[in-house]
């Protein structure tokens, strides 16, 4: 989906308005926000790792809601890619009673951890592009340490 997006914004079929630009980028900060770096996700348990990705969707959810057009359906397919964080728990359950969720294992956790760093790296790409790349996100397009 990024690299669609990025051919979309290329071709000239997405003209990055300033205001999603400057949305895109927030998205960026608040995805770096709530997940980190891979040394420091690993140090976390399995639960605090869940509710970063939930974080995360919750970032998605909220931009999605505050645009519409390419951005919009960007955010939402990319939203789409991840729910299957939102079947995950971290916390052991008896058989029938925990709603059909499942626990991820570790590579999952790390799966679904790259795919939002890829994400934020690709809002913060997308913000780059637009009003000849005067948004914060151009300015500083690696937030993450």
Known sequence: MATEAGQLVQDGAWEVAPE????????????????GPPARQQELSGLERLEHLREAL??????????HGYLAWFLAG??????????????????????????PSAAELTDAEEAVRHLRSAL????????????AAARNPDPLP
Not at 58 to 67: D, G, N, Q, S
């Open 20 to 35: 999603d630009a400057e949305l895109a980028c927030r998205a960026a900060e608040d995805l770096a926000a709530a997940v």
């Open 58 to 67: 919750a970032v998605l959810a909220l931009t999605t809601a505050r645009t």
């Open 78 to 103: 990319t939203s789409t890619a991840l729910v299957p964080v939102l079947r995950w728990r971290a916390l052991t359950a008896e058989p029938g009673r925990s709603f059909g969720t499942v626990l």
């Open 124 to 135: 913060a790409g997308i913000a780059g592009m637009a009003d000849g790349g005067n948004t």
